[in-house]
């Protein structure tokens, strides 16, 4: 028997299925839905429900809390891309008077703003949002708690500055600016601030007895930016694919990379976990594997968005109760299911179309002092350059178009890459950022900084 390349294979999608059997079991909510995406397309869809022949399907809409902060920010980079704002302007630039606005548009979206987590009581997510009609309502007398752009220090009221940002700037309201920008286009019907039909009820399951109690679901209103959204597995799995692909109708691939690219250090309890922060987006190591995305909560409700880019596979998880499934291990783990059992096929290697023989010239082996580096041109037009063996600094280049290239990541990322030619048009060495790179080990008329002492490599005298 034979599959098509979107098609999981049976023993895939059974351990899928008991995956989140597991969770909703274990994890005692009412419903819990779930949905992985295989290079940009849904191939399987999953639900498990408390009430027999009542099991929700990929259009039924559920709370998605925090997942919210990711739709935000993709408006903010829009008007980043459009030339509207930098990300490194202070808010006060663009949204004076808040009393928040020392903090750069950049440090609300990472949460290296410095402001408090909530804003003041009563608490916001199980109270009506007109109790916070203003700004000023929802930060507070004291909005600052840490020195702006030195910690990560998640902030709900960050967002919503910066959904006042989108409206400021757009002339309209954050809703109509999100549903014009972004749901339109990615065709996300089913994703709104308030809940259409058909929708789950959020619960809240008594810790000690199998019992239900139901959640108020209140309208955010201010606080809406930072968490407002109802939505699907149906929609968020479309959404999942944008943010590994991009889409120029919403944003560029380069500007969705840039969201998923961390900008805020981990907390010192998350540093064993390898978690960070983005443009928006949570990064974090589960099991060797580094996934992206968003998880979010509010009563009655939990969510997770998990995404691992470089194996093309994505998972949804949504589920109507306060406390219960750890959403974002069930999302990660429903992607390891997948890129463990059906392991994404490479695509068959090519070699360039059209060769530089002043690149290629520079292929091979290369020395910083006496550390043995090798440079390789590749198919895509990138050259990289990486230890010989063992860890160490390593980098892929793109070139500039004028015989230079920039790195594109790790310690060398911005830097300026050349190669240094003699007279004669023969190479010398290569220049990474003040680094000189030789043929050979500290090879002598080849520019190397201090010099090479003359009498050459020698023996230990007797």
């Known amino acids: ?14 351990a899928l299925l008991h995956r989140i059997a597991l969770a909703q079991t274990e994890g005692r909510t009412p419903s819990l839905v779930a949905a992985v995406v295989r290079d940009g397309r849904t191939v399987w869809h999953g639900a498990r429900s408390a009430v027999d022949g009542s099991t929700p399907d990929e259009n039924v809409q559920y709370r998605i809390g925090s997942i919210t902060k990711t739709f935000t920010a993709v408006l903010v980079l829009r008007l980043r891309d459009e030339g509207m704002i930098d990300l490194n302007d202070p808010l006060e630039k663009h949204l004076p008077g808040t009393g928040a606005g020392e903090a750069t548009i950049a440090q609300l979206l990472a949460h290296t703003s410095g402001l408090a987590a909530e804003s003041p009581a009563p608490w916001w997510e199980r109270t009506p949002g007109s109790l916070r009609p203003e700004l000023g309502d929802v930060l507070g007398e004291r909005p600052v708690l840490h020195p702006v752009g030195r910690r990560h220090h998640y902030s709900n009221p960050g967002y919503t500055l910066l959904g006042a940002l989108v409206e400021r700037l757009r002339g309209a309201a954050w809703t109509d600016v999100l549903g014009r920008e972004v749901l339109e286009p990615l065709g996300l019907t089913r994703t709104s601030a308030q809940p259409r039909a058909p929708h789950a009820g959020g619960w809240a399951v008594h810790p000690w007895a199998d019992v239900l109690l ?17 939505s699907t597995t149906g929609d968020l799995a479309r959404f999942a694919a944008f943010l590994a692909g991009g889409d120029d109708r919403v944003l560029s691939a380069e500007s969705v990379r840039e969201m998923r690219t961390p900008a805020a250090p981990a ?31 509010l009563p009655g409700f939990l969510a997770n968005l998990s995404i691992s880019v470089e194996e093309g596979v994505a998972a949804v998880v949504l589920t109507n109760c306060t406390s219960g499934p750890v959403v974002s291990a069930v999302g990660a783990d429903l992607v390891g299911i997948v890129a463990d059992a059906e392991p994404r096929i490479p695509e068959p290697w090519r070699p360039m179309s059209e060769v530089d023989p002043a690149v290629v010239e520079l292929a091979g082996q290369w020395y910083w002092g006496t550390h043995a580096f090798a440079l390789r041109v590749t198919a895509d037009g990138l050259v990289s350059l990486g230890p010989m063996s063992g860890a160490g ?22 830097e300026a890459l050349r190669a240094v030619r003699r007279a004669d048009g023969s190479v010398s060495h290569l220049d990474l950022g003040s680094f000189v790179f030789t043929r050979q080990p500290y090879e002598e008329g080849a520019g190397v900084p201090g010099g090479v002492d003359p009498a050459g490599w020698r023996g230990i005298a007797d």
């Open 1 to 14: 028997m034979t599959t098509s390349p979107e098609e999981l294979l049976p023993g895939t999608r059974r």
């Open 214 to 230: 139901p959640e108020p679901l209140e309208d955010l209103g201010r606080m809406a930016p930072a968490g407002q959204l109802w």
């Open 267 to 297: 907390e010192s309890s998350d540093v064993v976990d390898g978690a960070a922060y983005g443009l928006g987006m949570q990064i974090q190591q589960h099991g060797g594997r580094l996934i992206v995305g968003h998880s979010g909560s």
């Open 393 to 414: 600094r390593r980098a892929r280049f793109r070139p500039n178009g004028d015989g230079t290239w920039t790195g594109l990541e790790g310690y060398y990322a911005g």
